[in-house]
């Protein structure tokens, strides 16, 4: 079994999370780590056993042992590392959202059409079997044509602080929700409304509630709630409705899917994107990570997690953040 080697670009929680999962995929191997930070690459070099440690990317991206990068950087720093990995002819794999502006998640695909390198953007909930299962129905054609939709992703007030210094819950994790919609109805978004709430005074907003409508006429509603309580006792609420003409399905993955009690205080962890087990990251990131891997040494097409489906999601989500601070529909 060809073995890619890959090196992390950015450390961050995520970045980390990302090396729990790889360390636990038979054709991967974590070759290397990346990060501006050198307190923060020493850890995880001695955390993860790995030696090939490096402060700039650059010169990871000069290692020919090197096949494979993940890209784990903040959204408003894509750009210039994704480009720079393909023209190198690194195999990609780069977090969501693909960039921070329409026009970088361009430059990123141009850039990925001329390399020996396969470009994968992670949005992870197409890996969810819930999702899945839903879009296998649809394409069924067991609900008829969709005709509205309506999610709901909603984390806890202590995950956020520090993320709404740097993104909003829109293109934060609407985006989620944005992309599996136009996956599920193969429509794209023809105008976007929103409005946003700031209950801590933060950089962005701490909720988004976003309408869409799509070109073939189905509405949308998209809620993002970054501070529930802190006695909220799940780490996720996550659910979105899919009503057809013939049908309807719902999906949900919260309230709880598993309950753990400890001392006074109930726990419904995540069991779905990146469980963890005895050090290793499993579920839907494990997943998704295997498909980069079979995608990369096939040399097969990649078709999910494209960079056009990424930058569609990206364009919806921006045009809702612009409707929030207008108070004006967007058109797409």
Known sequence: MEKLRVGIIGLGWFGEIHADTIVGIPNLELAALCTRTPERL?????????????????????????????????????????????????????????ASTVAGAQKITAASKGSKGILYIGHVVRFNPRYRMAKQAIDEGRIGQIVALSSRRNIPAAWTPTILEKIGPIVGDAIHDSDIMMWITGDTVATAYAQT?????????????????????????????????????????ERMSII????????????????????????SPDTTYWPLFNGVRGGALREEFEYFARTATSGAEVTIGTPEDATAALAATLAAEESARTGNVVQL
């Not at 509405?219 to 802190?230: F, G, I, K, R, S």
């Not at 049908?247 to 919260?254: A, L, R």
Request: charge should be negative.
């Open 244 to 267: 057809g003409t013939e049908g309807i399905i719902h999906i949900q993955d919260t309230f709880p899917n598993l309950a753990i009690v400890d001392g006074n205080k109930l726990h």
């Open 42 to 98: 020493e850890a995880m070099g001695q955390k993860y056993g790995v030696e090939k440690l490096y402060r700039d990317y650059h010169a990871m991206l000069a290692d020919p042992e090197i096949d494979a990068v993940s890209v784990c950087t903040m959204w408003d720093q894509h750009t210039e590392p994704a480009i720079a990995a393909l023209e190198a002819g690194k195999h990609v794999f780069l977090e969501k959202p693909i």
């Open 197 to 237: 709430v700031s209950v801590r005074g933060l950089k962005h907003p701490d909720i988004g509630q976003t309408m869409y409508r799509f070109k073939g006429g189905a509405t949308a509603t998209l809620e993002t709630v970054w501070c529930m309580p802190e006695k909220t006792p799940f780490d996720i609420d």
